[in-house]
């Protein structure tokens, strides 16, 4: 019995035509999948065949007149019925049309088929940077800008070994706390120590209300160490007003030159340096629980507020409670 060749070839055609057919309707079947779900989801950054990435949340850590450092999360998803793997990504931030910073985020990502994941991206903003978008702002009155965030991703997928996203979010400009220092009063004054009350004000120029609790405050007056302190209790700067604060500090004349002592014995103008450091405490979740430097640098009048009418048996009794003051620090 021949071999029928032809009829062998005939079976392989049909075979290949129908395992072709099968893939061309599974890729078709996975087109018209994928468009009713694309039609149908709400999310501004859906993507059709892509991974899709979304900025959810942007947290700032720390504020300070140089600089801000923030998180910013992003979600990545994985829409294919297939994993897929990151190598690597690079990624620029822009507010508005400024470039802020550019980086890469040297580790890879694997998801599962429809799985997701959290990246968390540490962002630092040099606020020289951004000065000219601030003040352009500030200018036409506007409080909010464009954070956007364009990602281009190194995958293993096959039709595509590149892709590029854009993320855009409107998000509230964020100041930092303006601090300005009034006077610097005398309370007390006496040949070994001083009690100073520095009166600052304090203004919040954001959309929210600014609360901070139990703030810690660095004060140096001419060429004088630094004295460090706490104060306690809750304070609230209301959105766009300015709130009165009062900084007791108690300076020691002890191994510094007499200069100091006759400067604020006289009165006059005396050169300062106020640092505070608070945790803000606001409903804003992007700067909520964030660090803040505040600073303040100048020269400032310095007034006599008590000791001009004090007595030599008042200024005893003063070395009498800072001699207890001292014993006390010494049993802590």
Request: hydrophobic share 40%; aromatic share 10%.
């Amino acid at each position: 019995m021949a071999f029928n060749y032809h009829h062998l070839n005939s079976i392989m055609k049909k075979t290949l035509l129908t395992i072709l057919l099968l893939i061309v309707l599974l890729f078709a079947g996975l087109l018209i999948w994928r468009y009713i779900n694309f039609k149908r989801d709400p999310d501004p950054d859906k993507t059709f065949f892509l991974p899709r990435v979304g900025m959810s949340v942007v947290e700032i850590t720390s504020l300070s007149v140089e600089k801000t450092e923030m998180n910013v999360r992003l979600l990545i998803k994985n829409i294919l019925p297939f994993n897929f793997t990151a190598d690597s990504f690079q990624y620029q931030l822009y507010i508005n049309d400024a470039e802020i910073m550019k980086s890469r985020y040297a580790k890879s990502i694997s998801l599962d088929a429809n799985d997701s994941s959290w990246i968390m991206l540490p962002v630092t903003v040099f606020l020289g940077d951004a000065d000219s978008l601030i003040h352009a702002n500030e200018m036409r009155k506007i409080d909010s800008a464009e954070y956007r965030m364009h990602a281009s991703f190194y995958t293993d997928i096959l039709f595509n070994k590149e892709f590029n996203v854009t993320i855009k979010r409107y998000l509230p400009l964020v100041h930092l706390p303006q601090l300005n220092i009034e006077k610097i009063e005398v309370d007390s004054l006496n040949t070994k120590r001083a009690y100073i009350v520095t009166h600052a004000l304090i203004k919040n120029n954001n959309l929210f209300d600014i609360k901070f609790k139990d703030y810690s405050f660095e004060l140096k007056i001419e060429d004088h160490e630094w004295v460090k302190g706490i104060i306690e209790g809750h304070t609230v700067i209301k959105a766009k007003s300015t709130n009165a604060l009062e900084v007791p500090a108690r300076i020691s004349f002890k191994g510094v030159s007499k200069s100091l002592f006759k400067l604020l014995k006289k009165g006059g103008d005396v050169k300062y340096q106020l640092v505070l450091n608070l945790t803000v405490e606001t409903e804003n979740d992007m700067i909520k629980n964030s660090k803040a430097i505040i600073r303040s640098k100048g020269t400032v009048k310095s007034l006599m507020k008590l000791a001009k009418g004090k007595t030599g048996d008042e200024d005893k009794d003063d070395d009498e409670k800072d001699k207890e003051k001292d014993k006390e620090k010494d049993k802590d």
